[in-house]
């Protein structure tokens, strides 16, 4: 698989097949994500890799609601960074957009291995940060969800759920999010 066919493969699912996770996979997918590219090379980002069953189910209680189909993957990432760690330009911090790039090498190559992974924002971060002891300063930017791919649809989803299984959600034309030498959206038609 190379990295474009990593790209198309990589979706975020909600339903997830048991998966063996040992820790060559998760010093393989530490190793990748720590590839990435950073400010001044100063690697910000922290990952906590939970695969203890009963550290998940700790984590899913703190999740938000809606998301009871989590308790279904078999490894949890944590990724978080504090801005001290990285470059700040004035107002701009760059170690949540370095542990950004971290965390999409990670996607793909969970993707390469034949993992499903899905990003999620909906936590109780406070909790998160105690379960997992990461100490005040930091800020967690995702969980991710890690486990086999699922042959159906997991039945804790609701029907839209459901329903965004089984195809790639729509994406965007480029002119809706690119463009040439300047920023220059298209003006809604009108009369």
């Given at each position: ?35 990435a ?5 100063r ?36 990724v ?6 990285d ?20 996607l ?51 029907a ?11 994406r ?7 463009f ?9 038609a009108?009369?």
């Open positions: 698989m190379n990295v474009g066919e990593a790209i198309e493969a990589r979706r975020a699912l909600r339903s997830f097949a048991p998966a063996e996770i040992g820790e060559e996979t998760v010093r393989d997918l530490a190793r990748y994500a720590g590839l590219a950073s400010c001044w090379n690697q910000p980002w922290r990952l906590v890799f939970v695969r203890d069953a009963a550290q998940r189910s700790r984590i899913s209680a703190v999740l938000a609601p809606h998301h009871e189909w989590a308790d279904a993957a078999s490894m949890m990432v944590a978080f960074s504090r801005p001290e760690d470059c700040v330009e004035k107002e701009r911090a760059y170690n949540l957009f370095d542990s950004g790039i971290a965390t999409g090498f990670l793909l190559r969970a993707s390469e291995l034949g993992l499903s992974t899905h990003p999620i924002s909906g936590f109780d971060e406070g909790a998160l940060k105690r379960i997992l002891e990461i100490p005040d300063g930091y800020q967690v930017s995702t969980l991710i969800l890690v486990g086999g791919r699922a042959e159906r649809p997991d039945p804790r989803l609701s839209r759920q459901a329903a965004e299984e089984s195809k790639r959600p729509t965007f034309p480029f002119e809706k999010y690119a040439l030498e300047r920023y220059a959206p298209q003006k809604p009108g009369p």
